[in-house]
């Protein structure tokens, strides 16, 4: 067996590419658009979809991984291939976006990959077939300014027109042999199923391990939070105790009311700021 890699890549979106060998998926076309039925694998050397379907929010707001893993052969420009848009997922990170799950079928080979695109990845091929190829005509649904973007039927919308842009790269032998084009759809390097087990597994133990160091971090951090938060109040308290002390002896000296009138006012402004603070405190470390 080859040898196999992991490395990161920027500033390409994250890529995570599954396989399943000899797909009993069916696919169908209506108007001109490829719909997939994609049932469970039955073999027990295949990959469950939904295992990766429920870990595809870890890897999509991640930083940019792409899986380089052995394979067969690089997929002829001219061999012929199905790419049915065969599903979605809304990520609710820092910025919401939407994740498009991509079936690359080869007949030829009896097998299949999948490859997950963000909408921006359409637009940068688009782009760049556009400017080398100005005369294919290709098309690309445009980028909603004004309503919700997630919302289900635009979202249902929007696949169809990706579906067609899909399509019209796929039927191009001219556009299919372009690096961009077989980045885009990893025909350089389709996955073996054996391979992307080994590696999986090797990313989920590396998440794994990064996720338990930043659980130990965030408890560090609760901690020395704790610790202000105690002080805070412990210097509110103090400057509480002051502004009694103050006030006890304003009464007492009429003539320097106005001075200690200012002291007070000083000391209740620096007190609200410290009951402020420690407020804060105590929210971040719940």
Known sequence: ??????????????????????????????GGNSVATVPAPESKSSIHLSAFNSNLKKYASSPSLQMGLSYEGQVSPNESLQVPIVGYEVMEQRA???????????????????????????????????SEFPHIGLMLPRKRWFGDNFNRGFIEERIQGL??????????????????VRDFFCLDEPPIYSDCVEESRAIFEALEDTIYNLRQQVREKQAELKKVHTKCESQAALIADLMGKVRSTTDQCGACG???????????????????????MSSYNT
């Open 96 to 130: 919401r976006f939407t994740v498009y799950k991509l079936r690359i079928e080869s007949k030829a080979r009896g097998d299949c990959w999948f490859v997950f695109r963000r909408y921006t990845d359409f637009v940068r091929i688009y782009n760049k077939l556009k």
């Open 258 to 280: 106005d001075k200690v009138q200012t002291l007070v006012s000083d000391a209740k402004n620096s007190l609200h700021e410290v009951q402020t603070q420690s407020s804060r």
């Open 163 to 180: 579906q067609k842009l899909i399509n019209s790269i796929v039927n191009s032998a001219e556009l299919m042999s372009t690096p961009s």
């Open 1 to 30: 067996m080859s040898s196999r890699r992991i490395r990161a890549k920027s500033p390409s979106p994250s890529i995570l590419v599954t396989t399943e060998s000899q797909s009993r998926g069916s696919s169908s076309s209506d």
